[in-house]
């Protein structure tokens, strides 16, 4: 039986719990019937990023993307020294994902693709990580559960 394919997007795990996470949230999908593709993981492409990108999306059913913690900010200010009446925001000890956790929803759902964003603890939730902006429930995850619990998944 051929699986179905979706694209699975994420940035590249820097410790072991995300890399163990997202290996469970492959099994999971391939139990499921659906197969994960990401560029540079199951995909290559000698075209530029955005543009394989899109033909990996285009032949894919939909999108799930896995929001990892990646730079730390420890000590910061969103909105500083505003002169218009913005009020600041502290952004201290919080964390930032990759770009293309972004890029890729917002493609994906340019393109009327069913898309799924899953954000770890602790990730500032703007753009399409704020709850409500797709449309959809945002799941919000940690790595530091034991993994191996079904009840992971189901609470996802």
């Known amino acids: 039986m051929r699986k179905i394919p979706i694209f699975l997007s994420y940035p590249k795990p820097f410790n072991s719990n995300q890399k163990m996470f997202i290996n469970k949230i492959c099994e999971y999908l391939r139990n499921q019937g659906l197969e994960p593709c990401t560029l540079g993981i199951t995909d290559y492409d000698m075209d530029e990023p955005l543009k394989a990108i899109r033909r990996l999306m285009l032949e894919s059913n939909g999108l799930l993307a896995v929001a ?3 730079n730390y900010v ?3 200010t969103g909105k500083p020294k505003s002169d218009i009446g913005e009020n600041e925001i502290d952004i201290s000890d919080k964390w930032l994902t990759s770009p293309y956790c ?18 770890e603890k602790g990730v500032i939730a703007e753009g399409v990580l704020e709850k409500g902006v797709l449309g959809t429930y945002m799941p919000e995850f940690s790595v530091e559960k034991n993994i191996d619990e079904p009840e992971l998944f189901m609470s996802i």
Not at 102 to 119: D, H, N, T
């Open 68 to 70: 990892f913690r990646r």
């Open 74 to 76: 420890e000590k910061g």
């Open 102 to 119: 972004q890029i890729e929803p917002a493609m994906a759902f340019q393109l009327g693709l069913p898309v799924l964003v899953l954000r």
